[in-house]
């Protein structure tokens, strides 16, 4: 006798979507088991934010608030490109000469021949690009170690803008448009503007994400950590500009200093776009493969050579970009432009955001938290008055310690099987 089972049709088991209390206790796990992410950083920040405060209260006003955002610009902006080479598990220790060399052809395009700002601006991210595509092909075709060929270009690089600078001659640098970009200030509504955009394009990518996930019944987190995620943001972002847009002119009747920097946004949206490029591209997929295990990504079939140029194009494009904002910072470029710890603290600020030295990982918001880092730490030690020796020594331990944190979370993944 044959006995038939039916089975009732009916919807599918569904995965019962996380609690908070499930959500917390991931991330604890996590974080026990050596992903500590940002989390260093951010407790850094805070931490040097309150003492800071604590010590000269003047650290917490306005006009001090918006130094540490020019201040920090450049380095933020070539440690968000050195992010690249380093997620390779390469280096380059010629990203602070290079962003020299780039601005003083800017400065020479600019005002020895007379051209257009936009015509300056293509003129350095173009040297950039070929720097880049020059330590790249170097590094990955013709095998000479990353180390050895960026080394051998911060040597050269030094000569180069000398050479570009007249053995020793200041440009000065009188176009509006380049001045602007960490001179000039946003009014305050149009701050307002730019702030709303950035949280409501924030809170629809999230909850696109989150609804995208839910469909396709993947585990994601709960909707109200992704409100928190978002609100987080918005009182952020609501606070930099209420204090932005505060009066910090000694003289207002002269001249108004309201509003947020130039440079602000344009580090914004570097930002969102190379964050884009990692998280959401099959480009910042192969990336993470080769930086993750290169043998393992050319037998999958990423052209590993490709991925590692491009790395370089892309660092050195930044540290371009970095020197045209350091040359509007100083009105000029000089022999010393990405010179002296330029590089120490772009790659100081790429590894004390979280930025992993032996590569496979990081994010681009790693460069950004590492510059703040950087910057309070410059602009504190600043204030309370204290030497340049202290202000190396302090802040090499501080790179130190980040360096001992990414070792040590390394080996915790590796114990407990999360890497």
Same mark, same amino acid.
């Given at each position: 006798?044959?006995?038939?089972?039916?089975?009732?049709?009916?919807?599918?088991?569904?995965?019962?979507?996380?609690?908070?209390?499930?959500?917390?206790?991931?991330?604890?796990?996590?974080?026990?088991?050596?992903d500590?992410?940002?989390?260093?950083?951010?407790?850094?920040?805070?931490?040097?934010?309150?003492?800071?405060?604590?010590?000269?209260?003047?650290f917490?006003?306005?006009?001090?608030?918006?130094n540490?955002?020019?201040?920090?610009?450049?380095?933020?902006?070539?440690?968000?490109?050195?992010?690249?080479?380093?997620?390779?598990?390469?280096?380059?220790?010629?990203?602070?000469?290079?962003?020299?060399?780039?601005?003083?052809?800017?400065?020479?395009?600019?005002?020895?021949?007379?051209?257009?700002?936009?015509?300056?601006?293509?003129?350095?991210?173009?040297t950039?690009?070929v720097?880049?595509?020059?330590?790249g092909?170097?590094?990955?075709?013709?095998?000479?170690?990353?180390?050895?060929?960026?080394?051998?270009?911060?040597?050269?690089?030094q000569?180069?803008?000398?050479?570009?600078?007249?053995?020793?001659?200041?440009?000065?640098?009188?176009?509006?448009v380049?001045?602007?970009?960490?001179?000039?200030?946003?009014?305050?509504?149009?701050?307002?503007?730019?702030?709303?955009?950035?949280?409501?394009?924030?809170?629809?990518?999230q909850?696109?994400?989150?609804?995208?996930?839910?469909?396709?019944?993947?585990?994601?987190?709960?909707v109200?950590?992704?409100?928190?995620?978002?609100?987080?943001?918005?009182?952020?972002?609501?606070?930099?500009v209420?204090?932005?847009?505060?009066?910090?002119?000694?003289?207002?009747?002269?001249?108004?200093?309201?509003?947020?920097?130039?440079?602000?946004?344009?580090?914004?949206?570097?930002?969102?776009?190379?964050?884009?490029?990692?998280?959401?591209?099959?480009?910042?997929?192969?990336?993470?493969?080769?930086?993750?295990?290169?043998?393992?990504?050319?037998?999958?079939?990423?052209?590993?050579?490709?991925?590692?140029?491009?790395?370089?194009?892309?660092?050195?494009?930044?540290?371009?970009i970095?020197?045209?904002?350091?040359?509007?910072?100083?009105?000029?470029v000089?022999?010393?432009?990405?010179?002296?710890? =330029? $590089?120490?603290? !772009? +790659?100081? %600020?790429?590894? @004390?955001g *979280?930025?992993? &030295?032996?590569?496979?990982k990081?994010?681009?918001?790693?460069? =950004? $938290?590492?510059? !703040? +880092?950087v %910057?309070?730490? @410059?602009? *504190?030690?600043? &204030?309370?008055?204290?030497?340049?020796g202290?202000?190396?020594?302090?802040?090499?331990?501080?790179?130190?310690?980040?360096?001992?944190?990414d070792?040590?979370?390394?080996?915790?993944?590796?114990?407990?099987?999360?890497?």
């Amino acid at each position: 006798m044959t006995t038939t089972v039916v089975q009732q049709e009916g919807p599918a088991a569904v995965t019962p979507a996380p609690t908070v209390g499930d959500h917390v206790r991931s991330y604890v796990a996590r974080v026990r088991g050596g992903d500590l992410g940002s989390l260093p950083a951010v407790i850094g920040l805070v931490v040097l934010c309150l003492v800071f405060a604590i010590v000269r209260p003047v650290f917490f006003s306005a006009a001090n608030f918006a130094n540490l955002f020019t201040q920090g610009a450049a380095v933020t902006v070539i440690a968000m490109g050195l992010i690249f080479v380093l997620l390779l598990g390469e280096i380059d220790l010629s990203a602070g000469f290079a962003s020299g060399v780039c601005a003083a052809i800017l400065a020479n395009v600019v005002t020895v021949l007379g051209y257009p700002w936009y015509v300056a601006v293509l003129a350095a991210l173009a040297t950039g690009v070929v720097i880049g595509l020059t330590l790249g092909f170097l590094v990955a075709k013709v095998g000479i170690p990353s180390f050895v060929v960026t080394l051998a270009g911060f040597l050269a690089f030094q000569g180069v803008v000398l050479l570009l600078m007249k053995e020793g001659t200041n440009i000065s640098i009188s176009d509006g448009v380049i001045v602007g970009i960490e001179n000039d200030r946003i009014p305050p509504a149009i701050g307002w503007l730019l702030a709303a955009v950035a949280v409501l394009g924030y809170a629809a990518a999230q909850l696109l994400r989150h609804r995208n996930r839910v469909t396709r019944g993947l585990i994601t987190d709960p909707v109200v950590v992704v409100l928190a995620r978002i609100a987080g943001l918005a009182v952020l972002i609501g606070l930099a500009v209420l204090v932005l847009n505060q009066e910090r002119s000694i003289n207002p009747l002269i001249t108004s200093n309201k509003g947020m920097p130039v440079v602000v946004p344009i580090i914004g949206v570097l930002l969102v776009f190379w964050t884009f490029v990692l998280n959401r591209t099959a480009y910042g997929r192969h990336l993470y493969a080769v930086g993750g295990n290169q043998e393992a990504a050319r037998r999958a079939g990423i052209n590993v050579d490709r991925i590692k140029i491009s790395a370089f194009v892309i660092c050195s494009a930044m540290a371009a970009i970095g020197g045209i904002i350091a040359a509007s910072k100083d009105r000029s470029v000089d022999p010393n432009t990405g010179g002296s710890n =330029v $590089l120490l603290y !772009a +790659v100081g %600020a790429a590894v @004390i955001g *979280g930025t992993s &030295l032996f590569g496979g990982k990081g994010r681009m918001i790693n460069a =950004v $938290l590492g510059g !703040a +880092v950087v %910057a309070v730490i @410059i602009n *504190g030690m600043g &204030l309370l008055d204290l030497s340049s020796g202290l202000k190396y020594i302090f802040t090499g331990l501080v790179l130190l310690l980040a360096a001992g944190v990414d070792a040590l979370s390394r080996r915790r993944s590796a114990a407990t099987g999360t890497r």
